[in-house]
């Protein structure tokens, strides 16, 4: 399976890898390795926010057993890997602007 290659840090502390499951014109499906729903809810709730995009969701899966599957499903001639890059290049730059 592919993967992105892009490891995001956060105060050097969290990356979070992805592997790609099934890519369509429109659709992408991924796998993000031992994250939970706090990340995966701020994706969710930003892609559906997006005019571009149809619809996004993930599905946790058993707790014990698997890693959480998100779904992005987009409308536009965008690719769904470019909005969601856009997305995160977005949060990233939100985030980094926190100070504790």
């Known amino acids: 399976m592919p993967k992105f290659n892009r490891r995001t840090e956060f105060a050097g502390l969290i990356g979070m890898p992805v592997k790609v499951l099934a890519r369509d014109k429109n ?13 995966l809810q701020v994706l969710r709730e930003k892609l559906n926010a997006d005019d571009r995009v149809d619809y996004a969701n993930y599905f946790p899966g058993h707790p014990d057993l698997d890693d959480p599957e998100f779904y992005v499903r987009v409308n536009s001639k965008s690719s769904p890997e470019k909005i969601l890059k856009d997305l995160v290049d977005n949060l990233e730059k939100q985030f980094s602007k926190l100070s504790l």
């Open 27 to 39: 659709e992408l499906r991924l796998r993000f390795v031992g994250e939970s729903h706090t990340s």
